[in-house]
């Protein structure tokens, strides 16, 4: 435990160095990020830091949604639905498919094995591109387009995962099998109440935390945006 602890804790003084260094040299901090977890992998005797799964649902991949779901703009979401779709769904498919014929191909892995690995790696991380693109200026609608698919590409990853575990506990695909495991227990009266309180928690929990960022923007005592401080610079300044 105490292993685990100082190994996390490299980590973050690794993330923290990584994103000076990013903010200096003015280059997205994902794709620092990305270089230096390439070279850490590979480093011979790092020790292995194991973390429960619900630790990153609970703790890391909420906030990372929760900001970019407040920074979009929900009408322009439901205007560009179809291409966000498209992406999230078709192109994810598509490359799970991909990945899966080329392990198969290639590193002659199981289809089971091989589509595992390509819902793996088949949801693309939109922050570096949308760094990259927000220093190009690059169009509103295909920066909307990049963020909207980066917060679905995630579900259908997921569904594809467990399709692919359920394919490989079985030896072979079977359809009625893989549905079973994104429904192991409708039919139960205490799983429906746990999913609908679960629910109903998520969207007072969104709204409190939406309600208290609007007074908080609306506070006197707010920290002033950049655009506001230019605007109150030029107005204390001499003519």
Not at 23 to 34: C, D, E, K, Q, S
Not at 126 to 155: C, H, K, T, Y
């Amino acid at each position: 435990m105490t292993s685990t602890i100082q190994t996390l804790v490299a980590l973050l003084a690794v993330i923290a160095a990584i994103g000076v260094l990013a903010a200096r040299l003015t280059i997205p901090p994902a794709i620092l990020l990305v270089i230096a977890g390439i070279f850490l992998g590979a480093l011979p005797g790092l020790p292995t830091v194991a973390l429960a799964p619900e630790f990153f649902l609970l703790f890391i991949l909420p906030p990372l949604i929760y900001d970019a779901a407040v920074a979009m703009s929900w009408r322009e979401f439901r205007f560009n639905l179809r291409p966000i779709t498209l992406l999230a769904v078709g192109c994810v498919l598509f490359t799970t498919v991909t990945v899966a014929a080329a392990a198969h191909l290639l590193l002659n892995l199981s289809w089971p094995v091989g589509f595992l690995l390509g819902a793996i790696v088949s949801p693309p991380d939109a922050v570096a591109p949308i760094s990259i693109g927000r220093r190009m200026q690059l169009p509103r609608r295909i920066m909307l387009v990049l963020e909207g698919e980066g917060l679905a590409n995630d579900a259908t990853a997921l569904i594809l995962y467990r399709f692919a575990v359920a394919a490989i506990s079985m030896g072979m695909f079977s359809t009625s099998r893989a549905v079973g495991t994104l429904r192991p227990s409708w039919r139960e009266k205490s799983s429906g109440a746990s999913a609908l309180a679960g629910s109903c928690s998520a969207c007072g929990i969104g709204s409190a935390s939406l309600e208290l960022r609007s007074r908080s923007r609306s506070s006197p005592l707010s920290w002033p945006s950049g655009r506001q401080s230019n605007s109150a610079d030029r107005a204390c300044s001499p003519p």
